[in-house]
């Protein structure tokens, strides 16, 4: 009798966590669409618990960041089509949503101006990445680039999310108070690509001018 207790206790233990792979896999690909379509939504911390879901359910980290760059890419193209068909009555529409983003806009046309497309890609783990997506369909930027760009600019920081998750399983104390101080940091690792590109540009403006 016991022997078939526990038989059935391990069953449904195994139920229970093929379950939460399926769930978690479908909770990743909902969230990263939500991040990639520009609406307010807590991105970061879903990609540190399906890292600690990694962790304690044995999924697949690979499969996961290509699902989460999948579906966060596929969204993108919900803001970049916006802006793509920016028309009088597309402004008038989404006039208030504009107005109150009337700073980030600005600041985002500015660095779309000055580094390119290549922008796209770098920004996408700053709070200035889904705006790039419909700065980047105002330019009309190609599709299948634009695609490239955005999918690898968000997968690492997936794979990095992932892997604090993993890292610091369930002490979301520790979490939270690491993604707090991530911000200086990320500010440089981004600011430093920039500051490359911008050197190589205006290296190669003066070269051609000689």
């Not at 101006?113 to 700053?126: I, M, N, Q």
């Not at 979301?172 to 108070?177: F, H, K, S, V, Y």
């Not at 911008?198 to 000689?210: A, C, S, T």
Request: hydrophobic share 50%; proline share 4%.
């Amino acid at each position: 009798m016991s022997a078939g207790i526990i038989s059935s206790f391990v069953t449904k233990l195994i139920d229970f966590a093929q379950q939460a792979s399926i769930y978690s896999y479908i909770a990743l690909s909902v969230s990263m669409f939500i991040e990639g379509t520009s609406l307010p939504f807590p991105g970061t911390f879903m990609l540190i618990f399906v890292g600690f879901l990694i962790r304690n359910f044995h999924l697949n980290p690979a499969a996961l960041a290509i699902l989460g760059g999948s579906s966060y890419t596929l969204a993108a193209f919900i803001p970049y089509y916006i802006g793509k068909q920016v028309n009088d009555m597309a402004q008038k529409r989404f006039k208030k949503f504009m107005d109150t983003h009337q700073k980030q806009f600005s600041t985002v046309q500015r660095l779309f101006h000055k580094y390119g497309e290549v922008a796209v890609c770098l920004s996408r783990p700053t709070f200035l990445g889904n705006y790039f997506s419909y700065i980047a369909g105002m330019h009309n930027m190609k599709p299948l680039k634009f695609a490239l760009y955005t999918f690898l600019g968000i997968l690492p920081w997936i794979m990095l999310m992932n892997y604090l998750g993993y890292q610091l399983g369930d002490n979301l104390d520790d979490i939270q108070r690491m993604v707090d101080g991530m911000g200086p940091l990320l500010i440089v690792i981004i600011g430093i690509p920039f500051f490359v590109i911008f050197g190589f540009k205006y290296i190669f403006k003066i070269r051609k001018k000689q």
